[in-house]
């Protein structure tokens, strides 16, 4: 399995400015490919093969007066670029054809120096290496300062530089794991557990524990708004108006840190305690339409499933994404029968058909471990109750059409 460890870079004014012309060697070559695919489509010309591009994009511009420059940054660059853009294209077809999984994608745009992320690719080509000091020693470069946060369990098989919208530079290694050594790190459980996510807690386990939400935009939204003023008052184009913008930046990279570094602690104490996890699948950008967008952003579900999906994968674990439409809140966990759709402020109620006392969130992440089949009986048989139609009165699918777009 592959993986990415991410370490911050500090490289100093020589090394920025040679990282800066390797950025913008990348966004040309990268854009020249666009534009030569383009100009192929409206001549109705076949499309230029990788090689040809290489050779003409790289290798003969290198030789004219224009794109002289091309040849002061490492040449491992400039191929990863053009294989971005075959990359992106193939991504564009395959999606057109309905072959890739996800939303419809376009086809790539242009890129341009004002973008808030650049990144380069070095590979094993390129000879790039870790010194004896602990310093990144990149191509045409030099050896750039790394604070290293734990220690790489591989050698990597390509690093990418990248910085950020604040600023920032980072390095980000790609290793190869072991799945043996993954496997003895995290041995087996015999624990199963049901996950409800909400906006009241950020989850609400199976077994009755709430973890409370961070909040960490709405705790940081009063200095966001002082710093996004101070931004819109800066005359465009100003050298005041570039630090306010930083400033925010800084703000807005403070905030997501915090919140990764949050879903990267629970869902790692989630899949070294528990052998099954179950979730919901839920249409975060249906709710991010309603008046709950911001909320539901802060959360960052996706962001949580997505860790609990790959580390599941790399540690040996079950992750079971049930449908959206299960109507969890409305089913008594007990004897399963459908009380039907109850108010948000509804937090507790009582089953008309057993008498059980409910916990609306901790009801519902029982059944979510129930209808995942992740639940057990007392013989060990698994326990998985009847599909039950959803009700359209089902929270969260209010103003959703009936027709493909619902499907």
């Known amino acids: 399995m592959q993986l990415r460890y991410a370490f911050r870079l500090y490289p100093d004014a020589a090394q920025q400015a040679a990282l800066a012309r390797a950025f913008g060697c990348a966004r040309v070559v990268f854009n020249d490919a666009v534009r030569a695919r383009e100009e192929a489509r409206r001549t109705g010309l076949p499309f230029p093969t990788a090689g040809q591009l290489s050779r003409q994009l790289i290798t003969e511009a290198k030789q004219t007066k224009e794109r002289s420059w091309l040849g002061e940054v490492c040449a491992v660059v400039l191929q990863q670029s053009l294989r971005d853009a075959e990359a992106a294209y193939r991504n564009f077809f395959t999606s057109l054809k309905g072959t890739r999984k996800g939303p419809k994608l376009g086809p790539p745009r242009l890129k341009s120096r004002k973008d808030a992320r650049q990144s380069i690719r070095f590979t094993v080509n390129a000879r790039w290496k870790i010194t004896d000091s602990g310093r990144l020693n990149l191509p045409k470069i030099g050896a750039v300062k790394v604070k290293w946060s734990r220690t790489l369990p591989a050698t990597p098989s390509s690093v990418t530089v990248i910085k950020d919208a604040a600023g920032r530079f980072f390095a980000s290694f790609v290793i190869d794991t072991d799945p043996a050594e993954d496997a003895a790190r995290m041995p087996d459980t ?84 528990n052998q099954g996890i179950a979730v919901e699948d839920l249409s975060v950008a249906g709710l991010a339409r309603t008046r709950l967008a911001k909320s539901v952003h802060d959360a960052g579900w996706s962001q949580f499933v997505a860790m609990l999906e790959y580390k599941a994968a790399r540690y040996g674990r079950t992750l079971v994404k049930i449908g959206r439409f299960t109507p969890t809140s409305q089913t008594c966990s007990t004897c399963g029968a459908v009380d039907g759709p109850k108010p948000l402020s509804v937090r507790e109620w009582t089953c008309t058909a057993c008498g059980t006392l409910h916990n609306r969130d901790t009801n519902a992440a029982i059944n979510v471990r129930q209808a995942a089949g992740l639940a057990a009986s007392a013989c060990g048989a698994p326990v998985r109750p009847e599909p039950v139609l959803a009700q359209r009165e089902e929270t969260g699918s209010h103003g959703f059409p009936t027709g493909n777009r619902a499907a």
């Open 190 to 273: 015999g624990q199963t557990i049901g996950i409800d996510l909400g906006l009241t807690h950020f989850a609400v386990l199976s077994d009755g524990t709430k973890i409370d939400s961070p909040r960490l935009l709405r705790r940081a939204e009063k200095k966001l708004k002082k710093a996004q003023k101070e931004l819109s008052r800066k005359q465009k184009g100003s050298k005041n108006r570039a630090k306010a913008r930083l400033k925010v930046a800084r703000a807005h990279a403070k905030v997501a840190d915090a919140r990764r570094e949050f879903h990267h602690q629970l869902s790692t104490k989630l899949i070294s305690e």
